[in-house]
């Protein structure tokens, strides 16, 4: 009987907001097309400053537990997709002096076998915290990533890769470092060369749920630009989404294995999955890229509640919940009951929405 009040009482909630009105599933693909799954998530900062108790306890959960600790309890949603994006917030060096005051980042360059160890293809490395150790501190970590297959984007560099024939391109810039101008030439000239391109935007303010002004017209700049998915990442929080044009903007999704603090009043995140479906033969297009459904997931930094133990952990149903319901109120011009959904999303899974009949 508890089970049964439990779920009325967590459906009553969807039913506050709407979810269960009208919600769409993402059909399977047609015949000849092809399907993207990507998945992204937040800041990942594979140490904290030095000398800190976050960083001591980071260090000894990595010597007592080994690289595959920290993502093994999201692993096989990371090994089940077709591109995982982090934004790796820290250089991978050996360089001894930091370049900056502050918080300052430094991780072991091993600890690039955290990522190679849980199918993480591609890093953003467009944040304020890339350059703690200076250009050579940026380049080091450029280098250790290509030299383990992890592809990256950032200031200058685009990613270009084909995944299932598909030509896919990344890209990230920050608030600091560009302006709404330059992003906007940046992803006009990119946008001719690939049939999906994704776009990590650094911006926003810490610790604040509600994105601001200067968040909302960067954003929509690059999806007029070209833009097909906008990821945002820096608050440390999770932020509202917006559907703008056909288009996500995901204004924050939190940090994730965040060895930056200890124990942060708020661990809870998103994790971000939306499926794309093209049809190889009409090339490169804009109207060949068709929304085939996404997928919201919450989740917490830690799999305890009372201490940072640096496991990015799925939220149970609850919990869960209660997360979309606040991104919910944070959104704009994103309605979740009008939402194309995949197949196997955290809602379906959880008896939030029926399941389709296959």
């Known amino acids: 009987m508890a089970g049964i009040a439990f779920m009325k009482k967590t459906m009553a909630l969807f039913l506050a907001l709407g ?13 000849g097309t092809v399907t993207l799954k990507i998945t992204a998530v937040g800041d990942c900062t594979f140490c904290g400053e030095a000398g800190s108790k976050s960083n001591k306890r980071f260090l000894q959960c990595m010597e007592e537990n080994g690289y595959d600790y920290f993502f093994k309890n999201v692993r096989d949603l990371f090994q089940a997709d077709d591109l995982t994006i982090v934004n790796l917030e820290g250089p991978l060096t050996t ?12 991780a072991d360059p091993a600890c690039v076998q955290i990522l190679t160890g849980s199918s993480v293809e591609l890093c953003n490395l467009a944040n304020n915290h890339s350059m703690d150790y200076g250009a050579a501190g940026l380049k080091q970590t450029a280098e250790v990533l290509a030299e383990n297959g992890i592809g990256y984007c950032g200031f200058t560099e685009a990613w270009n890769a084909e995944l299932k024939g598909v030509k896919v391109t990344a890209m990230g810039f920050t608030k600091w470092d560009h302006t709404v101008e330059q992003v906007t030439e940046a992803v006009a000239a990119a946008r001719q060369g690939c049939d999906l391109l994704i776009v990590n935007l650094h911006w926003g303010w810490e610790r604040q749920h509600q994105q601001c002004h200067e968040q909302v017209e960067m954003g929509h700049a690059a999806i007029d630009a070209g833009a097909d998915l906008v990821i945002g990442t820096h608050p440390h929080v999770y932020q509202g989404i917006e559907k703008y044009k056909g288009k996500y903007i995901v204004y924050s999704l939190g940090n994730f294995c965040f060895a930056g603090n200890a124990n942060p009043d708020d661990k809870r995140c998103l994790i971000f999955q939306q499926t794309f479906s093209f049809n190889p033969g ?13 997928n919201i997931i919450p989740a ?8 940072n133990d640096f496991a990015p952990t799925v ?5 869960g919940a209660a997360l979309l319901k606040e991104v919910a109120g944070c959104s704009t011009n994103f309605s979740m009951s009008d939402t194309l959904w995949m197949k196997g999303n955290y809602l379906e899974e959880n008896g939030l929405i029926e399941k389709e009949e296959s």
């Open 19 to 31: 979810m269960l009105v009208a919600v769409a599933l993402a059909e399977g693909a047609s015949s």
């Open 95 to 106: 360089a001894e002096k930091p370049k900056k005051h502050g918080y300052v980042f430094k």
């Open 282 to 294: 009409m090339g490169i297009a804009q109207a060949n890229i068709l929304d085939a459904g996404i």
């Open 300 to 307: 917490s930094i830690s799999s305890v509640e009372d201490k």
């Open 315 to 319: 939220l149970p149903v609850e919990a």
